[in-house]
């Protein structure tokens, strides 16, 4: 998405246990070998999206929301990825002829969100959640 062909994290684990060395807390994982939430964040990301690509920004989302669809061939899903980068919650309507989504969280969590009306919707907050669907989904509205 957005041309971004890679990403690098700093370090795996933190360097050292001086919460005030600001060299010492780059890590994913702290010192003593604990994930912090940004190792389950990346390992979410990581297995969702590994067999998907990149489809479209996905129309209708203000900022300081973002929206995205990539498309899995092989297990023949569309992935909509949606989040508020400003972390406040917020319920995301979509669009749908499905009649559920399963809904991943950045947690690993998996739910199943039945749809009324051709419509599901998602809460989502500064996290991204990751929607799987048969179709694309269309997002009607942001609240």
């Given at each position: 998405a957005k041309d971004i062909k890679a990403i690098?994290?700093?370090?795996?684990?933190?360097?050292?246990?001086d919460g005030t060395n600001i060299e010492h807390n780059f890590g994913i994982i702290?010192?003593?070998g604990i994930p912090k939430p940004a190792y389950y964040g990346y390992y979410i990301l990581s297995r969702v999206l590994s067999d998907a690509v990149f489809d479209v920004e996905l129309n209708n989302v203000p900022h300081p929301n973002y929206g995205y669809r990539f498309r899995d061939e092989k297990h023949d899903v569309y992935i909509?990825?949606?989040w508020a980068a400003d972390e406040a919650s917020r319920t995301a309507t979509l669009t749908t002829s499905d009649p559920a989504v399963k809904v991943v969280g950045i947690d690993g969590s998996l739910n199943s969100?039945?749809?009324s009306n051709g419509s599901v919707?998602?809460?989502?907050?500064?996290?991204p959640v990751f929607i799987y669907s048969t179709t694309p989904l269309s997002v009607t509205t942001i609240n």
């Open positions: 690098f994290w700093h370090n795996f684990q933190d360097n050292g246990a702290d010192w003593d909509t990825a949606i969100v039945e749809a919707a998602i809460s989502i907050s500064g996290a």
